[in-house]
């Protein structure tokens, strides 16, 4: 069984744990968990993890948001990866904070690394989890928002959300997607 998993973001170190990144920390915090470690490769930093009898590709794309999909559609094209084995995970400003949403499919929602996935791989029919990130700013600055830090009070929900997401996407391996939706989808996470 090979899984791909791609964290969404934007390489820099000026977008390192902002907002917008979150998908390249779960993606990270996934491959330190089981011990794996990433390395440059061909439109991406690669881990390659195995787990459970189970071969996860984690990638985090070296193209920036708004081309995520030439790195995604690359990655399974090499490995052989059918598009309901992709989970895709960012960030997404209509969740709040204290929950995450898994999906087996549907519209970009105005995500640029969705947009651009979906174009390349010619379908919104695949599996992503959403990070809900809240929608707290300013009418107007929505941008500085997304490519903002985390506040000192976000932190910690953010840890536990990046652990439940790791769980999750264990979970979806293991027991498939429409039982992880119904284990994640419906819950409000508490500190």
């Keep these: 069984m090979k899984y791909l998993l791609a964290g969404l973001g934007n390489i820099g170190a000026e977008y390192a744990h902002t907002r917008h990144n979150i998908g390249f920390d779960v993606a990270a915090a996934f491959v330190a968990k089981h011990g794996g470690q990433f390395r ?6 690669v881990a390659e993890v195995r787990w459970k009898g189970r071969n996860f ?4 794309p070296t193209t920036y948001m708004n081309l995520s999909g030439k790195a995604v559609k690359y990655w399974m094209d090499k490995e052989k990866i059918a598009v ?3 989970m895709v995970v960012f960030d ?3 969740i709040p904070l204290n929950k995450l949403r898994i999906r087996s499919g549907g519209s970009d929602g105005g ?11 010619a379908t919104q029919q695949y599996p992503r989890l959403r990070f809900g990130i809240g929608d707290s700013f300013a009418k107007g600055r929505q941008v500085d928002f997304v ?11 953010v840890r536990l959300k990046i652990d439940k997401c790791t769980e999750a996407i264990e979970s979806w ?4 997607l429409a039982a992880t ?4 989808n419906n819950v409000e996470f508490a500190l």
């Design 40 to 45: 440059s490769d061909r439109l991406a930093n």
């Design 57 to 60: 590709i984690v990638i985090c």
């Design 84 to 86: 309901e084995n992709l």
């Design 92 to 94: 997404d400003l209509a």
């Design 111 to 121: 995500h640029n690394g969705l947009k651009s996935i979906q174009e390349s791989l």
């Design 147 to 157: 490519l903002g830090k985390w506040t000192a009070e976000e932190e910690p929900m």
């Design 173 to 176: 391996a293991t027991v498939g």
């Design 181 to 184: 939706m119904n284990k994640i």
